[in-house]
């Protein structure tokens, strides 16, 4: 019996030291795994005053996440089921999943100017590549009513000051050759865009590819214009295509450094619809170095 009672103890012990050697083993792994998760920052762009609760599939005990427009979070890891990526986010104590259409990632590294604007043309702003949320040009100035559509004459439209002139040189120089060319936007904050935005997904769906993420569009530049003429009355359409005013545009807005950011043959470039009417001013120096690169994106 004694003999029994021994071989049990011995047994209960070697079972005891291989579980720690087990345990250690493990403890090595989970440590060398934390140490592997990339910690990213990024932001809910849920429009601003619109808390939502149970975003995602949520993972905590406490049942109540409320999300804002800029909040921040941690991402531990992302995982891809169908066509969505889900990034596993933890906010406080709690641990929770968002698909990547409520996602924006925070850029790496931005130039800043000694007035914390980054330098016209230099920006990186796409479908894969965000604008910081919370950055805004300092040098933002409101374009005269003059300039604008008839739909947007009772609305404040800003732009930064070097694209608002050049913005007006084309609109005069169009003038003086008997074409009408009005601005519809220009300027548009993140938490504008974000409700741009989820109004487009409630319309068209998680994949719908005509608004950007809040931080990736180049309205949040000052340094873009939605254009229009008053040949058409349907607002931002691709009517506008068979204008007068846009084949004036063709022909000399890059004298004036101003691109059209998604023309029709670039889709796939891009990531964006053809959009005739969205004109973004790069800077003079662009033209001079890629002149005949970007004379043929115009002309496509
Ligand atoms: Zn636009």
Redesign the pocket.
Do not use: P, Q
């Given at each position: 019996m004694k003999k029994q009672i021994l071989l049990i103890v011995l047994f209960t012990c070697l079972l005891l030291s291989l579980q720690v050697i087990g345990k250690s083993g493990n403890q090595k792994s989970i440590k060398s795994l934390l140490y592997a998760e990339t910690l990213t920052v990024v932001r809910f762009i849920l429009p601003e005053g619109h808390p939502y609760k149970n975003i995602g599939l949520f993972s905590g005990i406490n049942n109540k996440i409320l999300l804002k427009f800029g909040d921040s979070v941690t991402v531990k890891d992302e995982s891809l089921h169908g066509s969505i990526t889900w990034y596993h986010c933890s906010l406080d104590n709690f641990s929770f999943y968002l698909p990547d259409v409520f996602v924006v990632k925070e850029p790496e590294s931005i130039r800043y100017d000694e007035n914390g604007n980054i330098q016209i043309g230099e920006e990186v702003v796409n479908m894969w590549t965000a604008l910081p949320i919370h950055y805004k040009p300092d040098d933002l100035i409101r374009v005269g009513a003059k300039y604008l559509a008839e739909s947007s004459k009772n609305r404040a439209i800003f732009l930064r000051e070097k694209a608002a002139s050049q913005f007006m040189l084309l609109i005069d120089a169009a003038e003086k050759d008997g074409i009408n060319i009005r601005i519809v936007?220009a300027y548009r904050d993140p938490g504008y865009q974000s409700y741009l935005y989820e109004d487009a997904i409630k319309r068209k769906g998680f994949f719908q590819s005509t608004v950007a993420k809040p931080g990736h569009?180049?309205?949040h530049l000052g340094t873009?214009?939605?254009l229009t003429s008053d040949e058409i009355s349907t607002g931002?359409t691709s009517d506008f295509e068979y204008t007068r005013a846009f084949q004036w545009l063709k022909d000399n807005i890059h004298y004036y450094g101003i691109y059209l950011?998604?023309p029709k043959y670039k889709t796939d470039i891009t990531g964006y619809e053809y959009?005739p009417?969205?004109?973004r001013y790069w800077g003079n120096d662009r033209w001079e170095s890629d002149r005949w690169f970007y004379r043929s994106f115009i002309r496509r």
């Open positions: 936007s569009s180049e309205h873009t214009c939605d931002l950011s998604y959009e009417w969205h004109f």
